[in-house]
């Protein structure tokens, strides 16, 4: 895909529905080898903590190395209030900024999401760009690279050009400077996964492992493991995401085992 992220196709395993009924019943449907279990490694909250990083953003860095609820810290600043006090309606309104501002998310936008009248959404992302000043400066640093090159860089130094960044036309001009926004981000999270990809397959080759890497979707890699080297294989691939790339906040993987999908 443009960002650096892969896709597949013949079947789409990277878009397997899970959260309807009958995408339930699809998900059990792909199961582990004879004598295997289906193993899931993820990263956690990879492109907020890439932006922490990249940002440098002092406050929103300080949640990931304190491993607080970084959406429930956002809403105790953004609404003066203690954690404890934080509401689940408040965090998933700073869920939403969270992931939303990445992506060039206007006032508009939010409140429809939210389903929040427009000026409670502008009052909201101001108080949001008041705390976490830097990032505001960063995505705007992010739209003025890409219109003085043409093009958004991620961490690793990939490009992406944004040819419409200069459009006359105002939606086709505001979709590339969203894209500035992401690109970087969304960029930098794809370039991570294929480093931990090729550390983690050189790793079992070299271990003799008998457990194979059979598919990644976005920031989770998905392994066929013989029962009994899943503890050892386990923790040998939350090592290998974990340190993939180096980040002034630290990275987390979650792991789950299971017989199918589903059960992932």
Request: hydrophobic share 40%; charged share 25%.
């Amino acid at each position: 895909a443009a960002t650096g992220r892969l896709s597949s196709s013949e079947p789409n395993l990277q878009n397997i529905p899970r959260r309807t009924e009958r995408g339930k019943l699809i998900r059990r449907a792909f199961v582990a080898s004879p004598g295997n279990l289906l193993m899931s490694a993820d990263y956690s909250q990879i492109e907020l903590r890439i932006l922490a990083h990249m940002s440098g953003d002092a406050d929103l860095s300080a949640s990931f190395q304190r491993n607080e609820d970084v959406h429930r810290r956002t809403a105790s600043e953004i609404y003066g209030i203690s954690l404890e006090e934080v509401g689940e309606r408040q965090r998933g309104i700073a869920k939403a900024i969270n992931f939303g501002l990445m992506y060039g998310k206007s006032a508009f936008g939010l409140a429809q999401e939210l389903q929040i009248p427009r000026k409670e959404a502008a009052d909201i992302i101001d108080r949001y760009f008041k705390r976490y000043a830097q990032v505001e400066r960063f995505l705007d640093a992010q739209i003025q690279d890409a219109r003085d090159h043409g093009y958004s860089t991620t961490l690793m130094g990939r490009r992406r050009w944004l040819h419409d960044i200069h459009s006359k036309n105002h939606a086709v001009r505001a979709n590339a400077e969203r894209m500035a926004m992401n690109a970087p981000i969304q960029g930098t999270a794809a370039d991570l996964m294929k480093v931990a990809m090729i550390h983690l397959d050189d790793a079992l080759h070299s271990g003799g492992y008998r457990s194979k890497l059979i598919v990644q979707v976005h920031d989770e890699v998905l392994l066929d493991c013989p029962n009994d080297e899943v503890p050892e294989v386990q923790k040998l691939v939350c090592s290998k995401l974990e340190h993939a790339m180096k980040l002034n906040v630290p990275l987390l993987v979650n792991s789950g085992t299971g017989q199918n999908l589903m059960e992932l």
